[in-house]
């Protein structure tokens, strides 16, 4: 009986451990695989940045990246009292094999690239489409 406990408590950690290790990775035929803590800590928090566009445009920027290589973005904009809200869907893959850039592939064929990507904690930055940008992790 102490033998059948202890083979069962094994396997059970076992599918833990493995259930574990494979919870954050993202392999697609475009990009590279991006197993490892750069994509654990990129897929584990919803990113809050603000900024500021060109014209002076104030964004509240939400972003969240799902291990499969969805994920979706909301973008609330402020021009001079004007406010309106933004919703898209991307997938996305790292865009190099050292995991410091990532492309978000939107519908219709339209690709952003975070460059300089830069992942510490709840602290994520990037060069996004020429404009630098800090998130915070919530």
Known sequence: MKTFGRQTAFILCLILIGM??????VDDDYGYPGNGATTWQLCDHLWQGYYSWDDGTLVDHQIFFYPDGRGYESLVCNYYGEVWEDYYEFYWHWGNSLQNSIALNY????????????????????????????????
């Not at 574990?20 to 990775?25: I, K, N, P, S, W």
């Open 20 to 25: 574990g290790l494979g919870g954050c990775t």
């Open 107 to 138: 519908p219709g064929g339209v690709v952003l690239y975070m460059d300089h990507v830069y992942i510490d904690f709840d602290l994520f930055s990037c060069l996004l489409d020429g404009t630098f940008v800090t998130f915070r992790g919530v």
